[in-house]
């Protein structure tokens, strides 16, 4: 079932991945959930770098589910988003792919550096050309003022979105919060991504 085909995905889950989508998000962190508060306003988590870190939620806090999708799914003109690095030449080297609901089109559009590992970049943007290669395959990526070739090698994560639930944060799951760092390092959520069955979000 492809979730982010969905025609009536939610309006607050495509706030919250707008809210992700932004330039420059004020925290984020990835992590475990190791337990949840008993209220269920505190996730207490085990971070991907190794610390241990509380994320505090609130009736605003949007959740939504990561689900895997396929790169058959990502046809000329889907809007797209790929975390990459730098590849050869004047081509980028893809981490993982991202595919937006249509209603989700335009969000983050552009060209940024992110924070998934050192010189790691974000392209959002409409797939203007896919080609086939020994390498995996090459995508066109355009967006308001440039365009992008990224190669994306055999094997790499493509996720789409689905709406979230307070349910889907259990133990064991994996996240990714944004929002406002507290002088403890906790945070207050805006949003959280959470891997649907097992699945880390790769973004």
């Known amino acids: 079932m492809k979730f982010f085909r969905l ?56 959740l939504i589910l990561v689900v895997p999708d396929s790169l058959a799914d990502v046809k000329q003109g889907a809007f797209i988003g790929v975390a990459a690095v730098p590849g050869d030449g004047d081509t980028l080297k893809a981490l993982e792919v991202h595919i937006f609901p249509e209603a989700m089109r335009g969000t983050g559009e552009g060209f940024r550096p992110f924070d998934l590992k050192p010189d790691s970049t974000m392209t959002n943007g409409a797939v203007d050309a896919r080609v086939d290669g020994v390498n995996g395959e090459t995508l066109t990526v355009s967006y308001k003022g440039g365009q992008k070739k990224i190669v994306i090698p055999p094997g790499i994560p493509v996720v789409g979105f689905a709406p979230g639930a307070r349910a889907d944060l259990k133990a064991g799951a994996a996240i990714i919060a944004r929002g406002t760092k507290r002088a403890d390092g906790s945070i207050d959520a805006v949003a959280v991504l959470v891997g649907k069955d097992g699945l880390v979000p790769p973004m």
Do not use: M
């Open 7 to 62: 025609a009536l995905f939610s309006l607050p889950c495509i706030a919250a991945v707008s809210a992700l989508a932004q330039r420059t998000p004020s925290a984020s962190l990835r992590a475990t959930i190791e337990s949840v508060s008993a209220d269920g306003a505190t996730l207490e988590t085990h971070a991907r770098s190794g610390e241990e870190r509380a994320v505090h939620l609130d009736e605003k806090t949007r």
